[in-house]
């Protein structure tokens, strides 16, 4: 079903100049495009939306349990991988938390005997961990939500500290990358591997602004850091830098990729061309055009203008 931004029909969004716009396809295009990915706060305060809409279809899902031992994690991530661009070729989607022992898929494609042949090699490598695979159809997303998002989110509150990757459906024969995946299971507190991209969605046109990693990504990988209310600035300091550590080798081995810019490094290396890829050079002309004195401004935003602004002050130098 591709990206939230490429389901988005119109905005209604006010720009510095205090104008109330409408914007879509024929209406305000280069905002319209600016808006699909570009970071909308950053172009105007967006009002309203307006999206496509689908009917109701099953989802087929698959839920692996396992005990999170580092021999079981290897393997496992390494037999994801080795499948993972027929997986989403197939429609699957889903969710990998290594150290916690679970990996749950979904998919709106397939059928329950052709989504249990299509997960073969999953539940052979699942079982030789010792672990057990279940299946299950559910008549809606929502009621697929409902009971294995909803009931299993993260706990609110926390500092947070993330940095993540693209990986492109090409890479996955690269060995020193896939090391480089599973030995990043290890180097964070909370690991992830979001299998999320819309590798198989090809209905998508060249009007939105997003990253075009996100076209041939498979994975989004992720890795993050928490901290206490008491943790020092030395080791809040010490925890983004291990998540620079973790994430760098997958960069360098994924060269031309990017990162998904809301769940990005905060201090994400070239994030023009991180986030936003050829991209970039507009939608810094569509900033200047509707925001010429920056009266919006964020960190690594489009036009951003430098941490030396009195109000990223209290970022830390890393």
Not at 54 to 72: C, G, K
Request: overall charge neutral; hydrophobic content about 40%.
């Amino acid at each position: 079903m591709g990206l939230g931004v490429d389901r988005v029909l119109q905005f209604k969004v006010v720009t510095p100049d205090g104008q109330l716009r409408t914007v879509n396809k024929c209406t305000n295009t280069d905002l319209f495009f600016a808006l699909r990915g570009g970071g909308g706060g950053t172009f105007g305060v967006v009002m309203e939306s307006t999206h496509i809409v689908t009917p109701r279809i099953q989802v087929q899902s698959a839920l692996a349990l396992f005990e999170p031992t580092d021999p079981n994690i290897r393997s496992l991530v390494r037999v994801m991988a080795a499948n993972s661009v027929q997986w989403a070729t197939d429609g699957w989607g889903g969710i990998i938390t290594p150290k916690s022992g679970v990996a749950i898929y979904a998919n709106p494609v397939l059928n329950a005997a052709t989504a249990a042949k299509s997960m073969a090699p999953l539940v052979a490598a699942v079982k030789l961990a010792g672990g057990n695979i279940s299946f299950e159809t559910s008549p809606s997303y929502p009621a697929f939500y409902n009971k294995f998002i909803a009931t299993a989110q993260d706990p609110l509150g926390l500092p947070f500290a993330a940095s993540s990757r693209l990986i492109p459906g090409s890479s996955f024969n690269n060995t020193q990358l896939i090391d480089a995946i599973v030995n990043s299971m290890f180097g964070a507190l909370v690991p992830q591997i979001l299998a999320v991209a819309p590798f198989s969605f090809k209905g998508y046109d060249n009007g939105t602004s997003v990253t075009p990693a996100w076209r041939n990504a498979v994975w989004h990988t992720t890795a993050s850091n928490v901290w206490n209310f008491d943790t020092t600035m030395a080791e809040r300091t010490s925890l983004y830098q291990g998540l620079e550590k973790v994430m760098n080798p997958i960069r360098k081995l994924t060269p031309g990729s990017g990162a998904y810019v809301n769940e990005a490094d905060v201090y994400e290396p070239d994030f023009q061309n991180s986030f936003w890829g050829s991209n970039y050079p507009r939608l810094l002309q569509i900033k200047q055009k509707y925001d010429p004195e920056g009266l919006l401004d964020c960190w690594h935003c489009v036009g951003w203008k430098g941490p030396q602004d009195p109000r990223y002050k209290c970022y830390m130098a890393i």
